[in-house]
């Protein structure tokens, strides 16, 4: 039988679109653009091949115009079309990272070494040079990204790549002229040095200091009493907090003059020269003129002129640990009452030079405290006018507790005329106040923001992409900062220990205000003036803002949509219509708006969005459906993704995500089925889903698991729905790794242990975080119901710090088996059901860790509890108790206790507060809060104290 090819043939129809592949290739990029040594490879290999094709084609023609057999040209098509699948197998390696090793090595060495030189000279001297070097680097990671994810790779391989070294090459030329050009000795070695030095103004010229009362008086009593050996007492706070004010009033206060032989105030700074301050801190002490230029041992002179006496030292504005060993080295340790005050932005040179005394870390002002300063400062000793009093407070309340704007905004108003109009002006327009200040409080922020390390400054500018004022929960800001890649591993530590040791940097050189209440998520915090610095300097650094190629998009966007406005041809993201490169260079993209009744979600198209790390589409405006889930499915760069949907599993697209590290979902109406998909993510670190369970529930399909399947990366997983079965803990094994865990566990009856079933979780011994919800049917066809059983096989790993359970019903043996936990740190009960509704605390029942314990709707009546059951209890709160009689006075014998918070439970305060009489009439003072709602304290009378 003879076979004749034609246009219709698989074949052919393959040939004719390799032929459009490569012509394409050849033929639409300018001939300057090929130089590099793969393409010519490649091109002699499509010559090759066009050739035969060509061949190919005169054959066919010449043999059907004779009628000949084709069985020769048939065997030639068969040989052409192998040779077009070799091809294709080596546009596979071109793909292959491995191929670029030895650009991405070169690129990274370059710009380490321009970076090194930016790190180490004026910037505002070489500003177009450096904006230039931030373009060609986000250029190379846009090329290099691409080239990963296969947008255009081959493309971006043999042309965008070698143009992009070629000007990262010329940069670094560039910058190495420059640093040939400068002296050795010149700025090269004055690291992060500012354009115009910061100006300190006089501590002593008309200076109104306010506030800190409670401080001050703390201070001078750890300067004037306590132990003979010399202590420090260290002051840490942010930018602008008042250190240097709090440490001057101190040092001047009569009595403390009064109580030391000698005293000296030495200012260090960032740069500093260690024999000038030793000198300037002789002359202060003896009085004498001596000159840094002198050659002589001057620590040794102090040392012997301080010896013998008591003396008091202020170091301000210390920055690095070296400098504070540098200058304390002559200080003798005589005990005769000596102190060393510090101040210092950084908390780890406060710990390092703790002597006796804990470092005061700085409050801000109140609001109260910022108006007193305004008001002395515009009226002195007389009183503001009614009038001018309510837009006064207003502009005392924008100050936000920072003395430095409060003091600056106080010299604005005073030197206005005292009238409603100007004053209203000032706090209308207050921030443009604040920024052309004689003053600059952004280059007071500044210098910490330039001693930061260079790894930490892109994660500490990252903070400015949330809202002013917003307490941000530390889990998930690390989370945010792996997806943007903004994090490495150090050395021999872990991801996870390099993010602590990031956050720790940053809150520890007061940037970050951090909050870590017991009983509660640990959060931090921007001031709005260091918010606003972020912001500032992120756009100059451009992190979030469009770099210079005109058809760049902002490497982050967010899209918000109003109910007002919405319609749905004005909700088109990326579809056909628009120009495919609009979004090339998008990286990070969050969707939201308002509430709507049919949210949207067919029109969004993102599959063009190949480099997108982060993904976030807000559920209450969208709900993502299948086909817009399989888009979502092919951007295979993904770090983070956080949508809303109401699939019942994860599609099969979900196999190219390999880099997904967050997968959080909304799906309030459904339960999400992980297996098998699930397995694919092999990176995966945090699942945060409404409700997921391996297998489907509805279905008595068996599971089929990989003998190697294993998530060693998670971290997080929640919230999993649980019901008996003989896999879970096949499947639990499978996450070594796991910290956090919350399930919604479904009522089951174990026959085999005559217990309620509870999932054996012993094995997980990482595990640090339980959270448990119990259904109950209320009727259990399957056992006993609950009212007459109240057994469980608790099987807890032995490192849990957390643990936090859900309608459960619990008997002494089963309070007995949590108690024994080592390492428990914080227990909550909620709406929990307690046998008999007494809890009568034995010798067996001591929760040697435990920190924190709260109750919220237990049926507990009586409460025994012993001195020694809660060790080291700090915060105990009670929720809607309304059966217990009374707290039990024990509590008042437990010294560590700090807070008792009663909630909606009035008959317990008469027994908190003769526990806080008690514990006061034991101590002498304030040892134990009574807090009430919204930690408003409780008064003996039963009313809440207003605390000013």
Not at 58 to 76: F, P, V, Y
Not at 923 to 944: C, R
Request: glycine letters at 4%; a negative charge.
């Amino acid at each position: 039988m003879v076979t004749v090819i034609t246009p219709s043939t698989s074949g052919a129809r393959n040939i004719h679109v390799m032929i459009e592949f490569l012509l394409i290739i050849v033929t639409d990029m300018p001939k300057d653009f090929i130089h590099h040594s793969k393409l010519f490879d490649l091109l002699a290999r499509v010559g090759t091949l066009i050739r035969k094709v060509s061949t190919l084609v005169h054959d066919l023609k010449e043999q059907s115009r004779n009628k000949e057999s084709t069985n020769g040209t048939n065997r030639a098509a068969l040989d052409l079309l192998k040779n077009i699948e070799l091809l294709k197998e080596d546009l596979k390696y071109v793909y292959s990272i491995a191929l670029i090793k030895d650009d991405i090595r070169l690129v990274k060495e370059a710009l380490e070494f321009i970076r090194s030189f930016f790190v180490n000279v004026e910037q505002g001297l070489y500003k177009d040079l450096r904006s230039c070097v931030l373009d060609v680097a986000y250029e190379a990671k846009d090329v290099i990204d691409s080239i990963i994810v296969r947008d255009n790779g081959l493309l971006r391989l043999i042309f965008s790549l070698p143009i992009t070294i070629k000007k990262i090459k010329h940069i670094k030329e560039e910058v190495s002229n420059i640093s040939v050009k400068i002296p050795k000795n010149s700025s090269l070695t004055v690291v992060n040095s500012t354009t115009k030095p910061v100006e300190r103004k006089s501590l002593t010229t008309g200076k109104i200091i306010v506030g800190f009362k409670e401080e001050t008086n703390w201070l001078i009593s750890k300067l004037t009493s306590g132990p003979k050996d010399v202590d420090v007492i260290s002051i840490t706070g942010m930018p602008g907090s008042g250190k240097t004010t709090l440490a001057y009033k101190v040092y001047n206060d009569e009595s403390v003059c009064s109580h030391f032989d000698v005293r000296a105030w030495c200012t260090v700074d960032q740069e500093y020269d260690e024999k000038k301050l030793l000198v300037k801190l002789f002359n202060q002490v003896t009085g004498a003129d001596l000159k840094s230029s002198e050659d002589i041992d001057v620590a040794d002179k102090l040392r012997k002129q301080l010896y013998g006496k008591r003396y008091l030292i202020v170091l301000d504005d210390v920055w690095d640990t070296t400098t504070w060993d540098d200058l304390t080295r002559p200080f003798p340790e005589a005990e005769k009452g000596s102190r060393i005050i510090l101040t210092t932005r950084q908390k780890e040179v406060a710990f390092h030079g703790k002597g006796n005394t804990d470092p005061l870390n700085l409050r801000l002002l109140r609001p109260e405290e910022s108006w007193e300063l305004l008001e002395k400062r515009a009226f002195g000793d007389q009183s503001c006018p009614d009038e001018l009093l309510d837009v006064g407070k207003e502009i005392a309340e924008n100050c936000k507790g920072l003395p430095s704007v409060a003091d600056l905004i106080a010299e604005v108003i005073a030197g206005r005329e005292k009238i409603k109009s100007m004053w209203l002006e000032v706090r209308n327009n207050f921030n443009s106040f604040i920024l052309n200040g004689e003053v600059d409080v952004m280059k007071v922020i500044e210098l910490s923001y330039d001693h930061l390390p260079h790894q930490l400054k892109p994660c500490f500018l990252y903070l400015a992409t949330f809202e002013k004022d917003q307490e941000i929960n530390i889990d998930r800001l690390k989370v945010y900062w792996c997806a943007e890649g903004l994090v490495e591993q150090m050395g021999m530590n872990s991801l996870e220990e390099a993010m602590e040791i990031y956050l720790d940097n940053l809150i520890s050189s007061s940037l970050v205000i951090a909050f870590n209440e017991i009983g509660r998520s640990p959060t931090c915090q921007l001031h709005y003036l260091v918010h606003d610095f972020c912001w500032i300097k992120a756009k100059e650094e451009k992190l979030f803002d469009m770099i210079s190629s005109s058809d760049f998009m902002p490497h982050t966007v967010t899209i918000f949509y109003d109910k007002e406005h919405f319609r749905p041809n004005n909700f088109i993201l990326l579809n056909s219509k628009m120009q495919r490169h609009s979004g090339k260079h998008l990286y990070s993209l969050m969707i939201t708006g308002d509430e709507m009744e049919d949210r949207p979600s067919d029109a969004c198209h993102l599959r063009d969005l190949r480099l997108l790390k982060v993904l976030i589409t807000d559920p209450s405006f969208m709900m993502v459906k299948d086909s817009l889930l399989n888009e979502i499915g092919m951007l295979n760069h993904l770090r983070f993704l956080r949508i809303g949907t109401e699939v019942k599993s994860l599609p099969s697209s979900f196999s190219n995500l390999w880099y997904l590290e967050t997968l959080s979902v909304t799906n309030k109406r459904s339960t999400l089925v992980l297996l098998p998909r699930i397995w694919d993510l092999v990176k995966l670190r945090v699942l945060d889903i409404e409700a997921c369970s391996f297998f489907d529930m509805d279905t008595d399909e068996s599971i089929l698991i990989a003998e190697d399947s294993k998530l060693g990366n998670l971290r997080e997983l929640g919230k999993l729905v649980l019901s008996y079965s003989n896999e879970t803990e096949d499947i639990f094994i499978r996450f070594p790794n796991l910290q956090e865990l919350i399930l919604i566990l479904k009522e089951s009856w174990d026959y085999s242990t005559e217990r309620y079933w509870f999932p054996k979780l012993d094995f997980l011994i990482e595990l640090e975080f339980l959270k448990v919800k119990f259904e109950s049917s209320n009727a259990n066809d399957s056992g006993p119901s609950l009212v007459t059983n109240w057994s469980w096989d608790f099987h807890f790993p032995s490192n849990l710090k957390i643990l936090v359970l859900w309608d459960f019903a619990l008997t002494s043996d089963s309070l007995s088996t949590i108690a024994r936990l080592p390492n428990l740190e914080e227990l909550f009960l909620t709406r929990t059901i307690i046998q008999g509704e007494e809890w009568n605390m034995g010798k067996e029942d001591t929760f040697v860790n435990l920190k924190f314990l709260q109750l919220y709707e237990v049926t507990l009546a009586k409460w025994e509890v012993r001195e020694e059951s809660f060790p080291v209890l700090e915060k105990l709160v009670l929720w809607k108790c309304h059966i217990l009689e009374e707290i039990p006075s024990s509590f008042g014998d437990i010294c560590s206790l700090k807070i008792i918070k009663l909630v909606k439970s009035p008959q317990l305060e008469d027994s908190a507060l003769e526990i806080k009489q008690y514990v006061d009439d034991m101590t002498g003072g304030y040892s134990l809060e009574i807090l009430g709602w919204n930690n408003i304290p409780l008064s003996k009378t039963g009313e809440v104290t207003l605390v000013e």
